[in-house]
């Protein structure tokens, strides 16, 4: 929920959250200061990314508040939905500033810890993931949640198959574990996947990893197709690309954990997609678009594999999931997966 406008009086106290209406800036070419210096703890301004259909547009302006739970958040001003969570810093967050492109924020906080994030493209993700789920579902195509037929864990986790079709992790905690799922389809070229990591109050932080702070670690996403009529036949599939909702920033001295990071081949140095569990406990759900469609005749086996394989001392694997996959062709001159996604270096 939104926080509400206060209007001028004492500086916050704990638990409370002022918000200060800036209209929009207009850039300043003489200026060489990249960040629009803005007092209180909320500053608004147009956050629509420069290359959205938004941009300069009053009516799709967004906020941004600072407050005492030490993050700063991102509003839609129109519905008062939450838009993204930016975590980081150890103290209260007092004071923001926006560039005047509203691309850049930086925010200070009680002790004086200055962090500064572009949040431009990360906007652009949390706000678009459902509408680009919903384009790759257009017309006779939809997403199918696929009913796992096998589950096995290599740290000795166990599965419970919940009625949404989703799977609950539970049992030991170990600290990495490789899941793998097995799911028969009798779909034809199919050429995306989604994955949701779902709530669950089971599990230790209430959020959708195993970790204590419910945060997790998936090292890498993996698939392979096997057909059901002739078992010798399979298919690796290579994902050229991916989006998710959200991925933990660089921040701390850390490095940046992107959705990327889970279909690039690596696991060495703790490369993997995280979510900031820690600071945002809300579902995350992550789209992967295939290089090239798969599936048999016939009938295939789906052999997916989630690796959490980070050295952290704690488990930090995900703790509820489903899978979907879908069937999108390309129409026309183009193709309907035609969409801005963190690209796979």
């Known amino acids: 929920m939104l926080p509400q406008e206060q209007g001028p009086g004492p500086q916050p106290g704990p638990g409370d959250v002022t918000v200060v209406a800036v209209p929009p800036v207009v850039p300043d070419s003489s200026s060489t200061n990249p960040l629009a210096a803005v007092d209180g703890s909320l500053a608004v301004n147009e956050l629509a990314s420069p290359d959205s259909e938004a941009a300069g547009n009053v009516s ?13 958040k991102l509003w839609d ?3 008062g939905e939450e838009i993204l969570t930016l975590a980081g810093h150890k103290n209260e967050v007092v ?4 560039s005047p492109h509203g ?11 200055v ?10 993700h949390a706000v678009n993931l459902e ?9 006779a195509h939809s997403w199918s949640v696929l009913e796992p037929t096998s589950m096995e ?16 992790v539970g049992g030991v905690d170990p600290h990495q574990d490789v899941y793998d799922i097995c799911a028969r389809t009798d779909k034809l070229g199919m050429t995306a996947v989604r994955l949701e990591a ?4 089971s599990l230790p932080g209430g959020g959708p990893g195993r970790g204590k702070n419910s945060n997790f670690h998936l090292s890498e996403f993996e698939l392979t197709v096997v057909s059901q009529q002739d078992p010798e036949q399979s298919q690796v599939v290579k994902f050229q690309r991916a989006q998710a909702q959200r991925s933990q920033p660089a921040q701390g001295g850390w490095p940046a954990f992107g959705i990327d990071q889970a279909v690039d081949g690596k696991t060495e140095a703790n490369n993997s997609w995280a979510v900031m569990g820690m600071s945002d406990q809300s579902p995350v759900t992550a789209i992967f678009v295939a290089s090239a469609p798969f599936g048999y005749e016939g009938g295939s086996e789906q052999q997916f594999r989630l690796r959490h394989e980070t050295q952290w001392t704690q488990n930090q694997a995900v703790g509820r999931l489903s899978i979907s996959s879908i069937t999108a062709k390309a129409t026309g001159g183009g193709s309907c997966l035609r969409y801005p996604t963190t690209q796979v270096r």
């Open 77 to 79: 001003a129109a519905t």
């Open 131 to 139: 509408r680009w789920a919903g384009t790759l579902a257009a017309g």
């Open 60 to 72: 799709a302006q967004r906020l941004a508040s600072a407050s005492w739970d030490k993050t700063v």
């Open 153 to 168: 864990s290599s740290g000795g986790s166990t599965f419970t198959h919940l009625d949404d079709h989703s799977l609950l």
């Open 198 to 201: 779902r709530n669950d109050p």
């Open 103 to 113: 691309t850049r924020l930086a925010a200070a906080d009680s002790s004086g810890v």
């Open 115 to 124: 962090m500064a994030w572009d949040v431009s493209s990360q906007v652009d």
């Open 95 to 98: 004071t923001l500033a926006c």
